[in-house]
């Protein structure tokens, strides 16, 4: 009988060290793989109110043209945008007709009204109509707050069509990380999945996420296992 104590103590031992070290595994892949696919963005304006807003911290997926989606907010870089990465929707890519508006005021693609519930309504009116067909290669970008946005619609003209080619995308945004109260996830722009091509999946962010956070608890709760222990057979 004396020795069982001694026996469960080596267990807990045991168990608190694969725990620790389960841990260790769980938050160093998690944050080295979203180090590795992710990339920090501030947001520079209120153009993608209320999504995102001026000075928001996001986390963007990095890809290339291949990836983007319709309704991605994409990062992108382009001379004619200005030095700075900037953030803006996608509404149309190669090949589509993007055009504003029809009598319920919504935004068409190839003459399907499209569902955009991410819009502020009291700031969804553009600024008048328009109507472009994306090249191939390329794509239309427009901002949340169609009212104050600077994007495709400033560019278009008769013999240019306000667009941005794939190359120039180099990252999908998926989640505010700050500030912590606009902490999380942004929504799927569902109004373009009937469309061909469809929308972009969910990208690895959560279960990344999810894996660090177990990570860290099982480190916490590895490393408690001997003083806790130590303090129950001290008090016995």
Request: glycine share 16%; charged share 20%; aromatic share 6%.
């Amino acid at each position: 009988m004396s020795g069982a104590p001694g026996r469960g103590g080596r267990l807990g031992r045991r168990l608190s060290a694969a725990a620790v070290g389960v841990g260790c595994l769980l938050f160093l892949g998690g944050f080295v793989l979203a180090a590795f696919l992710y990339q920090p963005y501030t947001v520079p304006t209120n153009s993608m109110s209320p999504a995102v807003v001026a000075g928001d911290r996001v986390l963007a997926q990095r890809i290339d043209g291949s990836e983007v989606r319709r309704g991605d907010v994409v990062v992108f870089r382009d001379d004619l945008w200005g030095d700075s990465p900037m953030i803006k929707r996608v509404v149309g890519v190669g090949g589509d007709t993007v055009a504003c508006c029809d009598e319920g005021g919504r935004l068409t693609v190839n003459g399907e009204p499209i569902v955009e519930p991410y819009i502020d309504e009291t700031r969804s009116a553009t600024r008048g109509g328009f109507e472009a067909t994306v090249p191939e290669g390329e794509i239309f970008l427009l901002g949340d707050d169609r009212v104050d946005s600077i994007d495709s619609r400033d560019l278009l003209t008769e013999s240019e069509p306000g667009t941005v080619p794939l190359t120039a995308v180099s990252g999908r945004v998926e989640a505010t990380v700050w500030p912590f109260d606009r902490l999380g996830m942004l929504p799927s722009a569902t109004g373009f999945a009937e469309l061909p091509g469809g929308v972009s999946g969910a990208g690895p962010l959560r279960p990344l996420a999810y894996a660090t956070a177990a990570g860290g608890l099982l480190i916490a709760l590895g490393a408690l296992y001997g003083p806790v222990v130590g303090r129950l057979t001290r008090a016995r």
